[in-house]
């Protein structure tokens, strides 16, 4: 099973390895038909080149590999043979024939009417913003300008504009892919009959289209800014939506998981920046698509971010083939201060280098993009932090050092971060440091810190895995702030209470998708008033039922009634009713996060934000992933939140 050897050699024929090599790194003659360049390969780095190049073959005389043009990418790729074999035919512009493959799996051809179809809705998604006749696009174009992407920009990097909702199904993406569709399953040899099924089940399998009410919609991403996600070998596979100001939330929104794209394996920007990391011998992380495409543009265009998901230690993993230098330039919001904080517990593991730069005045790199500032943006990562400076002067940037009291809490906080990194030999410079910055004397700090033992080691996230509690309970600032009304709480109140009706009309929905009784609890619900009606509802046949159980001129009963005039909603599909679930379940979450960071501010204790990361993970993934209340994170979530009241 495979190619066959008559394809096989017309693709070494019509491939020159020199001509690929570029693509992986600069390049330099070296006799008639012969190249040199450091070694691309990923378990190779080298300052001087001695990877040698020819049209067929290539010799690595400092590793030692070598070999043919298909073993070459293999070896870069991370791909079999057959899959080698395919990427250099594409690369020559030969299309296999049936008669090509000899026998066994249609698996590849299977999905690449998945690439085929991404890549005809990102085309239209790119005419639709570029078309300025479109209306439609007019405020797309203006955010886009004002952030300093071009129309060349967006041909580049494949940024387009969405349909809106109300085009629908007569002329919105999947109007617009029929006929290109068409053409090319004819052209492939599908059966005239089977056309419209198969667009249809490809649709769906790209993740451009999916049920809705028993129609197949594409109104995942209306109105929305349109990033083509490309894996590694420039292949587009997928989607990020951003919205536009006053859009619909949330701010970001990705492609599902399909075939072609595994969330935890994509790195945004990785097709265009691979080839610089090679000369660079470093990659820069951050987390936005303008972010990335802002740094591609720059003098050191090495960037990449996850996308759909929070970085993982596969996406560590899979960075670390190129380069161990990391530099981490995250939002300086607390989530994306949390997020680079996340990568100490990869930093040894994967022998990382880990630079960390702190932005001046709180900016992201895509706004030196905006400001024509890209030169300015180089500066300050060429003159990024150490990861454990970073995370010190992190720690000592939020808590209050007035008081010599103050200063030595922080200290402790600090020490222990010292304490717990791998590398004995910086140990002593830092707790010198960490005394200059807190102006504490160094004698009293070193003998704290050889009293200082090192934390366990901490398991990460992973699934069900529950981390190490060690809170402590909240303290009486925070039982009053949590009575605090805001405009968020009246939205998750108004969430609150759409989902108490549905308990009251439509309880089956909730029992057949099995949201009760375990996947929706009283303390879900943003108000104790409303948790007290869950409850009182849960254990009556019916809403007077539920009134006689609590006080008539109780704020409970004032909602029963309310509710009682509420009309059921026959549509609700227990799909619909779970993902409001997930969201009320996150806004609570969310509020408790938010009370946590006000508590460790107000009594300088540190620790109690340090430990959240992997909460602040689950919260994202199931913010993209659209509330999914049956995946691993929201166990987690629902587990944290007990946890955290009982307390
Ligand atoms: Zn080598």
């Given at each position: 099973m495979g190619w066959s050897r008559e394809f096989i050699e017309k693709v070494r024929e019509s491939t020159d390895l020199t001509d690929v090599a570029r693509d992986y790194g600069d390049t330099k003659n070296a006799g008639p038909g012969k190249i040199k360049m450091n070694c691309p390969l990923p378990n190779h780095s080298e300052k001087t080149p001695s990877h040698y190049v020819q049209k067929e073959f290539f010799k690595c005389f400092g590793c030692g590999e070598g070999g043919d043009i298909f073993k070459f990418i293999q070896l870069l790729e991370n791909c079999d043979f057959n899959e080698s074999v395919q990427r250099l035919a594409g690369r020559a512009g030969l299309s296999p024939g049936p008669e090509d493959w000899i026998g066994g799996s249609a698996g590849e051809d299977k999905r690449k009417d998945l690439f085929v179809a991404i890549e005809m809705a990102s085309e239209i998604y790119i005419n639709r913003l570029l078309d300025?006749?479109?209306?439609?696009a007019q405020k797309a174009r203006s955010f886009l300008r004002e952030r300093g992407i071009t129309g060349a920009m967006c041909q580049t990097y494949g940024i387009g504009y969405s349909f809106p909702k109300t085009k629908g199904l007569t002329d919105g993406l999947i109007a617009s892919l029929k006929q290109p569709l068409t053409k090319y399953f004819k052209e492939s040899g599908t059966k005239e009959v089977d056309i419209p099924k198969k667009i249809e089940s490809t649709l769906k399998r790209a993740g451009l289209a999916s049920e809705y009410q028993d129609k197949t919609t594409d109104f995942f991403f209306s109105e929305r800014i349109m990033f083509t996600i490309f894996d590694s070998t420039n292949r587009p596979i997928a989607f990020s939506g951003r919205q536009l100001p006053g859009g619909k939330d949330p701010k970001y929104r990705n492609s599902p998981e399909t075939e072609i794209y595994k969330k935890n394996e994509i790195l945004y920007g990785l097709n265009w920046a691979k080839k610089h990391i090679a000369k660079e011998d470093r990659i820069i992380i951050c987390e936005g698509q303008l972010d990335v495409i802002a740094l591609l543009e720059?003098?050191?265009?090495?960037a990449v971010g996850p996308c759909g998901t929070a970085m993982t230690e596969n996406h560590v993993k899979k960075l670390t083939g190129y380069t161990k230098n990391f530099v981490l330039s995250f939002d300086s919001d607390a989530a994306g201060q949390n997020a680079a904080e996340k990568f100490s517990q990869w930093e040894e593991k994967h022998n990382l280098q880990i630079k960390a730069a702190t932005l001046s005045?709180?900016?992201?790199?895509g706004d030196y993009l905006a400001q024509s500032k890209l030169d300015d943006l180089v500066q300050q990562l060429e003159k990024a932090d150490p990861f454990l400076r970073w995370r010190i002067n992190r720690i000592i940037h939020l808590g209050k050092v007035e008081t010599i009291e103050e200063r030595v809490l922080v200290a402790n906080s600090a020490l222990q971060i010292v304490k717990d990194?791998?590398?004995?030999?910086y140990h002593d410079d830092y707790v010198r440091y960490i005394g200059e910055k807190l102006d504490l004397p160094y004698t009293g700090l070193r003998q704290k810190f050889d009293e200082t033992s090192k934390t366990p080691q901490q398991k990460a996230f992973q699934g069900n895995q529950l981390p190490p509690q060690n809170r402590k309970p909240p303290s009486p600032i925070v039982e009053n702030q949590r009575k605090a009304e805001s405009k968020e709480t009246k939205i998750s109140t108004t969430l609150g209470n759409r989902v108490l009706a549905v308990l009251l009309h439509n309880r089956q929905t909730l029992e057949q998708g099995e949201i009760l009784p375990n996947k929706l609890?009283?303390?879900?619900?943003?108000t104790k008033a409303q948790g007290n009606v869950f409850e009182a509802l849960l254990n009556s046949q019916n809403v007077d039922q539920a009134i006689e159980q609590v006080d008539q001129s109780s704020e409970e009963a004032q909602i029963l009634q309310e509710l009682r005039n509420s009309k059921p909603n026959e549509s609700l599909t227990a799909e619909i009713v779970s993902k409001q679930v997930g969201e009320l379940l996150i806004r609570r979450i969310k509020n408790e996060l938010d009370l946590l960071h006000q508590e460790a501010k107000a009594t300088n204790n540190l620790e109690l934000i340090t430990g959240i990361g992997d909460e602040k993970t689950a919260i994202k993934t199931m913010e993209d992933d659209g509330y999914d209340l049956f995946s691993s994170e929201a166990d987690f979530l629902i587990e944290w939140l007990h946890e955290r009241l009982e307390k």
């Amino acid at each position: 099973m495979g190619w066959s050897r008559e394809f096989i050699e017309k693709v070494r024929e019509s491939t020159d390895l020199t001509d690929v090599a570029r693509d992986y790194g600069d390049t330099k003659n070296a006799g008639p038909g012969k190249i040199k360049m450091n070694c691309p390969l990923p378990n190779h780095s080298e300052k001087t080149p001695s990877h040698y190049v020819q049209k067929e073959f290539f010799k690595c005389f400092g590793c030692g590999e070598g070999g043919d043009i298909f073993k070459f990418i293999q070896l870069l790729e991370n791909c079999d043979f057959n899959e080698s074999v395919q990427r250099l035919a594409g690369r020559a512009g030969l299309s296999p024939g049936p008669e090509d493959w000899i026998g066994g799996s249609a698996g590849e051809d299977k999905r690449k009417d998945l690439f085929v179809a991404i890549e005809m809705a990102s085309e239209i998604y790119i005419n639709r913003l570029l078309d300025m006749d479109n209306k439609d696009a007019q405020k797309a174009r203006s955010f886009l300008r004002e952030r300093g992407i071009t129309g060349a920009m967006c041909q580049t990097y494949g940024i387009g504009y969405s349909f809106p909702k109300t085009k629908g199904l007569t002329d919105g993406l999947i109007a617009s892919l029929k006929q290109p569709l068409t053409k090319y399953f004819k052209e492939s040899g599908t059966k005239e009959v089977d056309i419209p099924k198969k667009i249809e089940s490809t649709l769906k399998r790209a993740g451009l289209a999916s049920e809705y009410q028993d129609k197949t919609t594409d109104f995942f991403f209306s109105e929305r800014i349109m990033f083509t996600i490309f894996d590694s070998t420039n292949r587009p596979i997928a989607f990020s939506g951003r919205q536009l100001p006053g859009g619909k939330d949330p701010k970001y929104r990705n492609s599902p998981e399909t075939e072609i794209y595994k969330k935890n394996e994509i790195l945004y920007g990785l097709n265009w920046a691979k080839k610089h990391i090679a000369k660079e011998d470093r990659i820069i992380i951050c987390e936005g698509q303008l972010d990335v495409i802002a740094l591609l543009e720059s003098s050191l265009p090495v960037a990449v971010g996850p996308c759909g998901t929070a970085m993982t230690e596969n996406h560590v993993k899979k960075l670390t083939g190129y380069t161990k230098n990391f530099v981490l330039s995250f939002d300086s919001d607390a989530a994306g201060q949390n997020a680079a904080e996340k990568f100490s517990q990869w930093e040894e593991k994967h022998n990382l280098q880990i630079k960390a730069a702190t932005l001046s005045s709180g900016d992201d790199p895509g706004d030196y993009l905006a400001q024509s500032k890209l030169d300015d943006l180089v500066q300050q990562l060429e003159k990024a932090d150490p990861f454990l400076r970073w995370r010190i002067n992190r720690i000592i940037h939020l808590g209050k050092v007035e008081t010599i009291e103050e200063r030595v809490l922080v200290a402790n906080s600090a020490l222990q971060i010292v304490k717990d990194h791998h590398e004995a030999m910086y140990h002593d410079d830092y707790v010198r440091y960490i005394g200059e910055k807190l102006d504490l004397p160094y004698t009293g700090l070193r003998q704290k810190f050889d009293e200082t033992s090192k934390t366990p080691q901490q398991k990460a996230f992973q699934g069900n895995q529950l981390p190490p509690q060690n809170r402590k309970p909240p303290s009486p600032i925070v039982e009053n702030q949590r009575k605090a009304e805001s405009k968020e709480t009246k939205i998750s109140t108004t969430l609150g209470n759409r989902v108490l009706a549905v308990l009251l009309h439509n309880r089956q929905t909730l029992e057949q998708g099995e949201i009760l009784p375990n996947k929706l609890k009283a303390i879900f619900f943003p108000t104790k008033a409303q948790g007290n009606v869950f409850e009182a509802l849960l254990n009556s046949q019916n809403v007077d039922q539920a009134i006689e159980q609590v006080d008539q001129s109780s704020e409970e009963a004032q909602i029963l009634q309310e509710l009682r005039n509420s009309k059921p909603n026959e549509s609700l599909t227990a799909e619909i009713v779970s993902k409001q679930v997930g969201e009320l379940l996150i806004r609570r979450i969310k509020n408790e996060l938010d009370l946590l960071h006000q508590e460790a501010k107000a009594t300088n204790n540190l620790e109690l934000i340090t430990g959240i990361g992997d909460e602040k993970t689950a919260i994202k993934t199931m913010e993209d992933d659209g509330y999914d209340l049956f995946s691993s994170e929201a166990d987690f979530l629902i587990e944290w939140l007990h946890e955290r009241l009982e307390k």
